[in-house]
């Protein structure tokens, strides 16, 4: 994901209706069990996600499938009420939206139905991405998660030893995720997108 700063900005835990009227306006930040995390992702964290953004937009134009990547917007998981993600990048399943609650008045998902694909960009708040988020995103229904760790920075037990960047890619069975980590020249094979044609050093080098 992005960068958290080191002290929780509220003193008290906020609901996701607490939340949504002081921070909901701002891209910025997100809500993790009642916590608010402010979000400063540094100019490569944005490169590579900009890069796998531009990637799949690809995928998607060439297969005129109803999909599109979000800008803004909140994944609000329906089983709790102090959470509300930010992915780097979500892929969205237009044609599944008219079953979302709030998503006529404003830009929050609730079903994983909706979520074809999520991808987050790995900073110094780590463990949301390799723990809460597998976790979460597996109850959803989300069928792909890209970790995309371009530093190197998850624990030991998630990269391995000794730690370099990583591209993990999290394919839904039976409801759990099944993880492949990848690095340097070996080739994604991605079900949502079986035509995308990367490496994980493309991904995690932002192209370069």
């Known amino acids: 994901m992005t960068i958290a700063i080191n002290q929780p900005i509220q003193q008290q835990p906020l609901n996701f209706e607490e939340f949504l009227a002081r921070y909901g306006s701002d891209n910025r930040y997100e809500l993790i069990d009642g916590e608010v995390f402010d979000l400063e992702p540094t100019g490569l964290h944005e490169e590579v996600a900009a890069f796998i953004t531009t990637k799949i937009c690809v ?27 930010r992915p780097d990048v979500a892929v969205i399943d237009q044609d599944e939206l008219i079953q979302e609650p709030l998503w006529s008045e404003q830009s929050i998902l609730t079903l994983g139905s909706s979520i074809k694909f999520v991808a987050e960009v790995v ?43 990583t591209l993990s890619i999290c394919r839904l069975v039976d409801g759990e995720y099944e993880i492949q980590q990848l690095r340097g020249n070996q080739a994604i094979a991605s079900p949502t997108f079986p035509g995308l044609k990367l490496t994980a050093e493309q991904v995690l080098r932002a192209g370069r």
């Open 59 to 85: 995928q998607i134009d060439s297969t005129d499938l109803p999909w599109f990547v979000l800008q803004r917007g909140l994944l609000r998981p329906s089983n709790t009420g102090m959470t509300a993600f």
């Open 123 to 165: 900073s110094s708040n780590w463990q949301n991405d390799y723990a809460r988020k597998v976790e979460d995103y597996a109850v959803l229904g989300i069928p792909e998660y890209w970790i995309a760790d371009y530093a190197g920075l998850g624990g030991t037990r998630h990269i391995g030893k000794p730690k370099q960047p």
